[in-house]
């Protein structure tokens, strides 16, 4: 018969081989990232089409509830089964694997940078609100710049992969043949075109975000309000909704530059011109009233000044 010290022991060893490792966790969250990847990467290919202005479907006449007469833009849902009806479903998912790839790589980077920043931070006493809410966003923008410069060529080739499907070109393939047909064409920058917008974009993302949010729980919310914790709580996320959309502009530019003049019907002349800067692009998009095209999967619309006279 065993006695009870050695049941505790057995108990204390069934209970450490139960907890999981870091590399069960690291394991997990890079399943669990490449899964939403996969599931939400047809939303984005739609969102990358309607970016480049690959408008396939003719726009349908309707009324607003004020009376309004309108044209509206093909939805997700309308643009997803034209995808599917050239492609099939297989086709929903074209570029798929170098975002996966770039999910992985974003993970492993954030984790390792953050472990390192994390260390540098205990060394500090705390400080007061507003200063540790400027250091937490400085540590998060040294993250978000690390992952976006290791993840970024991945983020081209996806783009790139998508965009075939304006001009039906299969120059950019496999992750492999990509990495040799844009290094061979345009070198290590190739791999980076866009990189600035998208880095200035997020880095003003995170900026706005957490300063907005400290100041409104700080100043706005009043202590004596009952659930002052709970609406603290959800501050950070509706701020993180409305400065996404004021930095939108920044991610449309990147993607434009990453397909532009790079061999693809979807960066070149007549559907689009041939690009000198991102602030070129930025400001053909801003002088055609297009920098937030894109932004919106549904209620696409266009005003009809002018529609012919039906005769019965």
Known sequence: MESPESLSGQA?????????????????VLLLGAGVTAVTHPLLYVKLLIQVGHEPLPPTLGTTMFGRRVLYLPGFFSY?????????????FRGLSPRIVSSAISTMVRSKVKQQVELLSLKDDLQTSLRKVVKETTHEMIIQCLSRVATHPFHVMS??????????????????????????EEGVAGFYVGLIPHVLGEVLFLWCCNLLAHFINTYAVDESFSQAAAVRSYTKFVMGIAVSVLTYPFMLVADLMAVNNCGLAAGLPPRSPIFRSWLHCW???NQKGHLFR???????????TSLPVVED
Do not use: W
């Open 12 to 28: 204390v060893g069934v209970e450490q081989d139960a907890t999981p490792t870091s590399v069960d966790v690291d394991t997990a």
């Open 80 to 92: 997803a089964q034209h995808i599917v009806k050239v492609d099939g479903k297989r086709g929903l």
């Open 159 to 184: 783009v790139r992969c998508m965009a075939q499907f304006v001009g039906r070109e299969v120059k950019f393939g496999g992750i492999f043949s990509c990495v040799m047909k844009i290094y061979k």
């Open 283 to 285: 400001n053909h998009l």
């Open 294 to 304: 894109g932004s919106s999967f549904f209620f696409r619309r266009l005003p009809v």
